[in-house]
T-cell receptor, first 111, second 114 residues
Framework: DAKTTQPTSMDCAEGRAANLPCNHS???????VYWYRQIHSQGPQYIIH???NNETNEMASLIITEDRKSSTLILPHATLRDTAVYYC????????????FGAGTTVTVRA | GAGVSQSPSNKVTEKGKDVELRCDPI?????LYWYRQRLGQGLEFLIY????????KSGLPSDRFSAERTGESVSTLTIQRTQQEDSAVYLC????????????FGQGTRLTVV
């Protein structure tokens, strides 16, 4: 049961912002939005997570709509090293233990 | 260590042989997870440990798969009588709590059954 929907792929120009959308229309009030990425031949890497407020860290920003049915991950200045598969995951903060990965979005940053 | 360590990084085995994959989690992390990723596919949850116990083994594909964890540290995933469909990257992750914080992943063990 897919809880999130993401585009299959997207291209981004190096140095520009990359905006990655995610739909999670069935999200519950106690579920958080997590983002991970997986660079080729590596294990997944945590990026950011949020509940309803926008969040920012050294890697990215997370914008969550007011109704929480969708969100956008923003990589402010994409580099070639940001080429990866990006996963949007919905998860309860406490009591759940799985990270259920979907197909994600394959992001290709081009010079 | 600084991160989750998995060994071996690569393993080639003959069909029918048993293999053991090892995961050393980040020190102090009580939760440990195993995932499988077939070529070109997403991550498939296998099993998770809270301490040394495994509350959920529902993701293990068959009774040929088993896992254990000792001392709230090292975990081993054992695959008996390997089949070609077992070929995949096996990823281990650990976290401080089951749900509260992010999970950190190892680099995985690439298993090839020939």
């Amino acid at each position: 049961d897919a809880k999130t929907t993401q585009p299959t792929s997207m291209d981004c120009a190096e140095g520009r912002a990359a905006n990655l959308p995610c739909n999670h229309s069935t999200i519950s009030g106690n579920e958080y939005v997590y983002w991970y990425r997986q660079i080729h031949s590596q294990g997944p890497q945590y990026i950011i997570h949020g509940l309803k407020n926008n969040e920012t860290n050294e890697m990215a920003s997370l914008i969550i709509t007011e109704d929480r049915k969708s969100s956008t991950l923003i990589l402010p200045h994409a580099t070639l090293r940001d080429t990866a598969v990006y996963y949007c995951i919905v998860r309860v903060l406490l009591g759940d233990y799985k990270l259920s990965f979907g197909a994600g979005t394959t992001v290709t940053v081009r010079a | 260590g600084a991160g989750v360590s998995q060994s071996p990084s690569n393993k080639v085995t003959e069909k029918g042989k048993d293999v053991e994959l090892r995961c050393d989690p980040i020190s102090g992390h009580t939760a440990l997870y195993w995932y499988r990723q077939r070529l070109g596919q997403g991550l498939e949850f296998l099993i998770y440990f809270q301490g040394n116990s495994a509350p959920d083994k529902s993701g293990l594909p068959s009774d040929r798969f088993s896992a254990e964890r000792t001392g709230e540290s090292v975990s081993t995933l054992t695959i008996q009588r390997t089949q070609q469909e077992d070929s995949a990257v096996y990823l281990c992750a650990s976290s401080f709590t089951t749900g509260g914080t992010e999970a950190f992943f190892g680099q995985g063990t690439r298993l090839t059954v020939v």
